[in-house]
């Protein structure tokens, strides 16, 4: 099966040539990048690229819009959709193939950095069900997030999902070209939860495979830019999908319940009693990531040391239960 890999990069072009090296070594047979109307040098970076077809955009139509463009100067039976802040690890896009004979997409766990020390979440399903549970349980909530992603990371076979992340995925051709790609009608953000909202209702399926392994050189944080076409986006996909009394019954009536404020980080060690470490930027501590810490007692100053983004909150989960957290700031 040919696999066609389809970058887009929008001032990313620093992380391609190792994306790219990393896709050649896998035995991608087609790499095409689409440079989004980026600067001068990011467009003269892309077209330096060895191996690579370039497509330079005379616009910035968007993520998706962006995807769907690189897809339609494709010919492989399988589509890897990536950002191109992202590297493949060994052997994990053969798994990701191998999953296809049972799946119409499939995706991997994503590590933060190259030492592979932190799991980055998987998204969780934006569904007004899912949110109700949030707002008004905040605590039964997290408990179902954090099992879910426990289940994802620590799986041994591949895993069925609602969605799978933007930053990377595999599909195959015929379920992409089923659904006619992405909406172009989302410039940035819930993209991909649109794409899997809609494969679901066409009776196709998705997994995570744990066994694969990319590295997402990830920022959690927006700019002002970003957080208003989340904002945009955010509002019209709950506008395709929840429904109208539930947006109003949100908007007049529901008000989130108050939940245990994080503790200040002490200078001491902190007793990890069998806990996993998690890191995430907000103090409900969803969503989060997965440090992967052997030791029982956690040293703060060391701890921050590996952090790539020192924002935020640490939290000791044992099993689903979130025990302590912990300010960064």
């Known amino acids: 099966m040919m696999i066609s890999a389809v970058i887009v990069n929008h001032r990313t072009s620093a992380y391609l040539p190792g994306l790219v090296q990393s896709l050649q070594r896998e035995g991608v047979g087609e790499i095409c990048v689409c440079d989004s109307f980026s600067n001068p040098e990011e467009r003269e970076a892309v077209r330096r690229l060895a191996g690579v077809r370039s497509i330079l955009l005379d616009d910035n139509p968007g993520y998706g819009a962006s995807l769907n463009r690189g897809v339609r100067e494709t010919h492989g039976e399988a589509l890897l959709l990536m950002n191109a802040d992202v590297e493949l690890l060994p052997g994990s896009l053969r798994l990701l193939a191998r999953a296809l004979d049972d799946f119409d997409a499939a995706g991997p766990n994503f590590f933060w950095e190259k030492d592979c020390s932190i799991l980055l979440p998987h998204p969780y399903r934006h569904s007004w069900k899912n949110e109700l549970l949030q707002l008004t349980l905040p605590e039964v909530y997290r408990r179902k997030y954090l099992a879910h992603q426990r289940l994802l990371w620590n799986g041994d076979a591949p895993c069925p999902v609602d969605l799978l992340g933007g930053a990377a995925f ?103 009693k069998g806990c996993d470490v998690l890191f995430s930027i907000v103090p409900e501590m969803v969503p989060c990531a997965l440090m992967r810490v052997e030791e029982h007692a956690l040293n703060p100053q060391t701890l921050l040391e590996r952090l790539p983004h020192k924002k935020g909150f640490l939290g000791l989960a044992d099993g689903p239960d979130v025990v302590r957290a912990f300010a960064l700031d």
């Open 170 to 272: 595999l599909i195959r051709r015929e379920a992409f070209a089923a659904l006619e790609g992405f909406d172009e009608a989302f410039f940035l953000y819930f993209e991909e939860n649109d794409f899997f909202h809609r494969l679901r209702d066409a009776g196709r399926n998705a997994a995570v495979v744990p066994g694969a392994h990319f590295i997402h050189h990830h920022d959690p944080s927006r700019t002002p830019e970003a957080d208003a076409h989340y904002q945009v986006s955010k509002a019209y996909f709950e506008k395709k999908y929840f429904p109208a009394s539930y947006m109003q019954l949100r908007a007049s009536y529901i008000t989130p319940p108050r939940m245990r404020p994080p503790e200040s980080l002490p200078p001491e060690p902190i007793p990890r």
